[in-house]
């Protein structure tokens, strides 16, 4: 056991994974400390679930290393498989099963007795909120109440660490706060969570740390706060009467805040970083000078959108087959 171990869930170095001449995942470090939720954060095809199935051992690691909880993933994959739960994009719960069956399978197919498998099946169905649908097929479950129930199947071994990927992918906003809240719970009854995602106000509102990757690559690491620095102390926002105007106040922002605005075309919008929030004066008088008409204006803390942005120069819609094919 390392040193690394003593403080963290997860600490991976240079891991890489190739699908032929696809370098799917390029070099990613990752240390997530014990009893946080870390967000690795990206755009379909970054190379989310790439690196979190070479963690899990459902991939084999191309290059690099990494350790669960001291444990080598390579070299002892049968404990590192004990020591996490794992829940994938797609529910691995079987449709023709109950809610109760199908957790049942699960506690008995990870060696747990039959007494003690229906009483476990009970206790996450209630911690769930599902034992009302207890005895009803899955093939009549909702999206949300199928993201549960595969939730609390990887919880059936009660793990210390916690691999969630893309959990609240479909899912209406009401049943993605109930997610939401159900993974703060997990975290203050002792779990470690790592969450893919490409939710921003995901990422937001639950990281205590976030990974940004893009295109395999790791470009920024930090709390949500940090990385929101990145782009400015605040943000000016604009938006223009006219969206032929919107080059030409680029320019004039450029030369007023030495900061490259962030632009919305089809909006005639411009969000500007900010060092200083009394720039926002300055900028104002600039546009006014050269009869740049504006309809609306506010000056705000940064998004991650405008951090991802700065970062990638794109934004998390962006699609690249790549991840998928793994």
């Known amino acids: 056991m390392t040193t690394a171990s003593h403080e963290l869930a997860v600490h991976a170095t240079g891991l890489v994974k190739t699908f032929g001449s696809t370098r799917a995942v390029d ?69 023709n099963l109950t809610a109760t069956e199908n957790l049942r399978l699960f506690a008995r197919l990870q060696g747990i007795r039959s007494r003690q498998a229906r009483a476990r099946a009970a206790e996450l169905l209630e911690q769930f909120g599902l034992t009302e649908a207890a005895d009803r097929p899955i093939a009549q479950f909702s999206g949300g109440m199928r993201r549960r129930l595969d939730l609390a199947a990887s919880l059936i071994t009660r793990p210390p660490l916690i691999f969630l990927d893309e959990p609240t992918t479909g899912l209406d906003p009401r049943t993605r706060g109930q997610m939401w809240e159900t993974i703060r719970d997990l975290v203050a009854n002792g779990c470690t969570v790592l969450l893919t995602t490409q939710y921003l106000d995901e990422a ?112 998390t819609a962006t699609d690249d087959d790549h991840e998928e094919a793994a």
């Not at 979190?52 to 002892?76: P, Y």
């Not at 006014?288 to 942005?309: C, W």
Request: aromatic share 2%; net charge negative.
């Open 27 to 95: 070099g990613v470090d990752l240390d997530v400390r014990r009893g946080e939720i870390f967000g690795v954060l990206g755009p379909n095809g970054a190379g989310k679930t790439t690196t979190m199935k070479m963690l899990a051992t459902l991939l084999s690691i191309d290059g690099g290393a990494a350790e669960i909880f001291g444990h080598d993933v390579r070299r002892e994959p049968h404990i590192i498989r004990q020591l996490l739960g794992v829940t994938g994009q797609y529910a691995s719960v079987d449709e």
């Open 204 to 315: 937001d509102q639950l990281a205590d740390t976030i990974a940004v990757i893009d295109r395999g690559r790791k470009v920024a690491e930090g709390t949500p706060d940090q990385l929101k620095t990145q782009v400015g102390d605040s943000t000016l926002q604009l938006a223009l009467t006219s969206g032929e105007d919107l080059d030409r106040a680029a320019r004039i922002v450029g030369e007023t805040t030495r900061q490259t605005p962030v632009l919305s075309p089809e909006l005639a919008r411009m969000n500007v970083p900010l060092s200083d929030a009394d720039d926002a004066a300055e900028v104002l008088i600039a546009l006014r000078q050269a009869d740049v008409s504006i309809t609306s204006v506010s000056v705000q803390k940064p998004t991650l959108d405008e951090v991802f942005l700065a970062l990638t120069g794109h934004d």
